[in-house]
């Protein structure tokens, strides 16, 4: 693979015009749709915005975990959305037993309250025990077959099915939810714009905080500079004295813990449910496809074309009286499609 | 489904291994054609005619990554498209679901299976630019776009699905006489094991597995590797499309659920069970599902909440990450070990082929045919 995939094809060099020409029009047709429905309803519009951008900003979360394990490791973790699910189940089992909060979705929260203690001690515990969890993988099972990419894809997509199992098993079919605590308010109001609290401060902020910690860890840290080596050649890092496996074992602790951490975000923000590994592992994927595997400016503008697009694409494919709302999910994959028409590694991918 | 057609000797009438080889052979042979007299009505459809067109959909998966190094999640939304394509445009007794246009069955089949080459051309496109893990990558995210797709499009997909598909009339009931629609399974099974194994013998085949070994050098000579690429995806999408087809008359009907993630990863599941080394594993290794499937749901034995009759799942998975660690090349690998084990003196022509038994790909080339061995990303180290 690794000859294979820094070439292209001649058509691919002869015929890059025509998709780029065609994907500049497709994009010209879209602002200006957005524009319309913007000066329609300027309120809906920023919601609508906003909506993507905390979307956006979740999957960023559990895609940096992704992203950084493949980039270091050449693992496409299939358990990913395993993980995540389960982070958001440790954590929602935690808050329950230890704090005496959660409860379905749609019982209003009613008799008990949460603490910030009740929201923040399961959130760490769930992160911390999915890091091991993923730790636990990596050594058990992955380790000695290093090298192996597409055999690792195979055992970490048998994970999941066991996970997706398991899950079943032991949580039920029943959709929960974290609580917030509940000392914290519902909504903020900025001008006349109402938003939810939670999604706008804890999810997009902890997006951000955990993206420039990235940024820091990868640029400025030896770890960061041992993992980059790593990235580009392994052989060499490893004859230069460093420890490699300690360094592989630490990655997929950090990528394993975020999407823990990012299954508790999205348990709070959304809900816990069987589906969901599915669901989180398909917007893994595509974030991942479309900024470039490894990359992790990719997986923030993967991130936000995602989020962005799937939530225009839930309000506003109204044309006249023809509702193609449900065609929803066509919109992610024509934004797959144009990217990989232009750039096959994704936005910010590059040769292995 | 024996594989032995390749055994070294080719001289005739066979003596030794070879012999023993054809004998197998046949009595595989015979029990298949007599299948509806030996086994009761549920062996006969629930694992015999399941496995079938399981299989045709597996070895789609398998030629692609046998001979095109390209490993397709996406073959069960392939089969998915056919089955919908087909369920929409046919008479649906009930009218239950789907746009039941009221065509005939097999203008029903017909559309289904070009439909779902279209799109599969359509897949390939997107896809043949990507090799190796980027590509299962891709192709899992275009059939989990399927899957969500038929799940949102009410229209196309009724709710919950589109039941009593009605089926050519020469099958008659499902339930008392499965063995038309067993004989057609195997008919169709026998037909893309040929039409594959044919494949792989023409220039077109023979230009796959060079592009498989090194895109770079075959692009270099001229070829248009991303054509190429798919193509053969689009071959791989026909394969699967007939499985979809058959899947949808062995169901009597088809929805969102039939091509979730679970089936997804149970048609990966059944050809690396059965060995992603030969055509004839996607056969073995969906027998060998359907057996687990019926044993684990009688005799599993209650272990808590952790492992009960419920608990497939986690069974299957369990039976895959065993397969996937301890032997990638599936059953077919052990298979082979086995034999030549059995065999070992009548395959001295072919000096070390037993040792190096842990590497499939090497054990199984044939001689001259393909110089640089298996498939580019299982059982060997990557730089």
């Known amino acids: ?352 | 489904m024996s594989t032995v057609a390749n055994t070294p000797t080719r001289s005739w009438p066979p003596r030794g291994a070879a012999l023993l080889g054809w004998a197998v052979l046949a009595a595989v042979g015979v029990v298949l054609l007599l299948a509806p007299l030996i086994f009761d009505l549920f062996w006969l459809s629930q694992i015999l005619t399941q496995a079938l067109w399981l299989g045709i959909a597996a070895v789609s998966l398998t030629f692609l990554y046998r001979y095109g190094g390209m490993t397709s999640l996406a073959q069960v939304a392939i089969y998915g498209i056919a089955g919908f394509a087909m369920g929409n445009v046919v008479h649906t007794i009930n009218s239950e679901g789907g746009l039941n246009l009221g065509w005939t069955p097999w203008l029903g089949v017909v559309f289904g299976i070009v439909v779902a080459v279209l799109l599969g051309l359509l897949f390939g496109a997107i896809a043949s630019r990507s090799y190796g893990i980027y590509f299962l990558m891709i192709t899992l995210a275009l059939s989990l776009f399927v899957f969500y797709f038929f799940g949102q499009v009410t229209q196309l997909s009724g709710f919950g699905g589109i039941r009593s598909v009605s089926r050519p009339g020469y099958l008659g009931d499902p339930i008392t006489h499965p063995s038309p629609l067993y004989y057609t399974c195997l008919g169709c099974s026998v037909a893309v094991y040929l039409l594959l194994r044919y494949m792989v013998r023409t220039p077109f085949g023979i230009a796959l597995q060079g592009i498989r070994d090194d895109p770079g050098r075959m692009s270099s000579l001229g070829y248009h590797v991303a054509l190429h690429r798919a193509l053969a995806f689009a071959l791989g999408a026909f394969v699967a499309s007939i499985a979809g087809v058959l899947s949808v008359w062995f169901n009597t009907q088809i929805s969102p659920g039939s091509i979730n993630i679970q089936q997804t990863i149970a048609v990966l599941i059944i050809a690396v069970i059965g060995g992603l080394s030969r055509l004839e594993g996607a056969w073995i290794g969906a027998l060998a599902y359907a057996l687990i499937d019926y044993y684990a749901r009688q005799h599993t034995p209650t272990l808590g909440l952790w492992l009960n009759p419920g608990r497939f799942a986690t069974i299957i998975g369990v039976v895959f990450l065993l397969i996937v660690l301890l032997s990638p090349d599936g059953l077919i690998g052990i298979g082979t070990r086995v034999w030549a084990l059995v065999t070992r003196r009548g395959r001295e022509a072919e000096p070390g082929t037993a040792a190096a038994a842990p590497t499939a790909e090497a054990t199984l080339e044939k001689a001259g045919t393909m110089a640089t061995g298996g498939p580019p990303s299982s059982g060997r180290q990557e730089a």
């Open chain 1, 1 to 352: 693979m690794s000859v294979a995939v820094g070439r292209t094809s001649p058509r691919a060099q002869l015929g890059t015009q025509a998709p780029r020409i065609i994907l500049g029009i497709l994009g010209l047709v879209v602002v200006v749709w957005l524009a319309i429905k913007a000066s329609q309803g300027g309120t809906t519009f920023i919601q609508v915005t906003l909506n993507g951008i905390t979307t956006a900003a979740l999957y960023f979360v559990v895609a940096a975990g992704f992203t950084l394990i493949f980039g270091l490791m050449r693992v496409v973790n299939m358990a990913h959305g395993s993980l995540y699910l389960f982070g958001g189940y440790v954590a929602y089992i935690a808050q329950t037993h230890w704090f005496g909060g959660g409860g379905s979705q749609f019982s209003l929260g009613g008799a008990s309250t949460t603490s910030i203690a009740g929201f923040f001690v399961p959130l760490a515990f769930a992160t911390l025990v999915i890091g091991l969890v993923g730790l636990g993988i990596q050594q058990l099972l992955l380790r000695w077959n290093q090298g192996q990419d597409l055999r690792q894809a195979l055992i970490t997509i048998a994970v999941s099915v066991i996970f997706a199992d398991q899950m079943v098993a032991h949580y039920g079919g029943i959709v929960q939810s974290i609580q917030q605590p509940t000392s914290w308010p519902n909504s903020i109001t900025i001008g006349a714009l109402r938003y939810g609290f939670f999604r706008i401060t804890v999810v997009l902020g902890s997006a951000i905080v955990i993206g420039v910690l990235l940024y820091l860890l990868f640029k400025h840290t030896r770890f960061g500079m041992t993992i980059r080596a790593g990235v580009d050649d392994r052989a060499m890092l490893s004859a230069l004295g460093v420890n490699v496996q300690l360094v592989f074992a630490g990655a997929f602790f950090l990528g394993a813990m975020l999407a823990g951490f990012g299954g508790v975000l999205g348990g709070t923000m959304i809900s816990v449910g069987p589906g969901l590994d599915t669901q989180f592992l398909l917007d893994a994927l595509i974030v991942v496809i479309i900024g470039g595997m490894g990359s992790l400016v990719g997986a923030a503008i993967g991130a936000l074309l995602l989020g962005l697009v799937q939530s225009y694409s839930a309000i506003y494919l109204h044309f006249g009286s023809l509702d193609l709302s449900n065609y929803g999910v066509m919109t992610s994959f024509i934004l797959v499609i144009a990217v990989l028409a232009v750039r096959p590694l994704g936005l910010f991918g590059r040769a292995a």
